[in-house]
């Protein structure tokens, strides 16, 4: 089955720029989505399709996909940022969605 | 605005059965694709299950192939996931989620509901 794997965590300074990557074999032939899941929330994305946005997501919040990784950038990290992140994709060959293994943003 | 409401969760002893439900609006259920997700207690979000618009397609993840049957009915706005054989691994919160026009992504969440496996 496909795997998808994230740093545990991530701590970023306020005003700063978290990166979270999103490893898997062959990742740039797929489609990666972007979730944030604060404490007790249910996830909402964040970016769809590798890089888009949803209506409502600041700009700060960006994504590229490339080779064995996809990547979710914050910039300008605020405290409300703080929140566990994951990548997702679907798998056409299983016909199976796969969630990445997670990365906790902590905002120092 | 869209909701989803899932209910059936509680206590259930390994082996035993379950059905949850998830009761939508706020939007025509009938023409996209739902899926069950699930995140035991500290850990990350595993995919569930996936159910076609229609009803005729569905996928399980491999955890639960053979044990869990997704189901949906139009005419009721409901999503269901029919649990059976349960263990102490399947102790999670189970929420439902509807996909985005078949896009792969998931773009309405429900609250959850708890199911715990003990004797």
């Known amino acids: 089955s496909y795997v998808l794997t994230q740093p545990p965590s991530v701590s970023v300074a306020p005003g700063q720029t978290a990166r979270i990557s999103c490893g898997g074999n062959?990742?740039?032939?797929?489609?990666v989505h972007w979730y944030q899941q604060r404490p007790g929330q249910a996830p909402v994305v964040v970016v769809y399709?590798?890089?888009d946005r949803p209506s409502g997501i600041p700009e700060r919040f960006s994504g590229s996909n490339s080779g064995n990784t996809a990547t979710l950038n914050i910039s300008r990290v605020e405290a409300g940022d703080e929140a566990d992140y994951y990548c997702?994709?679907?798998?056409?060959?299983?016909?199976?969605?796969?969630f990445g293994t997670g990365t906790k943003v902590t905002v120092l | 605005q869209v909701q989803l409401v899932e209910s059936g969760g509680g206590v259930v002893q390994p082996g035993g059965s379950l059905r949850l439900s998830c009761a939508a609006s706020?939007?025509?259920?009938?023409?996209?694709?739902m899926h069950w997700v699930r995140q035991a207690p500290g850990k990350g979000l595993e995919w569930v299950a996936f159910?076609?618009?229609?009803?005729?397609?569905?996928y399980y993840a491999d955890s639960v192939k053979g044990r869990f049957i997704i189901s949906r009915d139009s005419s009721k706005n409901t999503l269901f996931l029919q649990m059976n054989n349960l263990g102490a691994e399947d102790t999670a919160v189970y929420t439902c989620?509807?996909?985005?026009?078949?896009?792969?992504?998931?773009?309405?969440w429900g609250q959850g509901t708890l199911v715990t496996v003990s004797s």
């Open positions: 989620a509807k996909e985005r026009d078949r896009s792969g992504y998931f773009d309405h």
């Open positions: 706020g939007f025509t259920f009938s023409t996209y694709a």
């Open positions: 159910i076609g618009d229609d009803g005729s397609e569905k």
């Open positions: 062959n990742i740039g032939s797929k489609s």
């Open positions: 399709d590798d890089s």
């Open positions: 997702q994709v679907w798998d056409s060959s299983s016909g199976h969605h796969v």
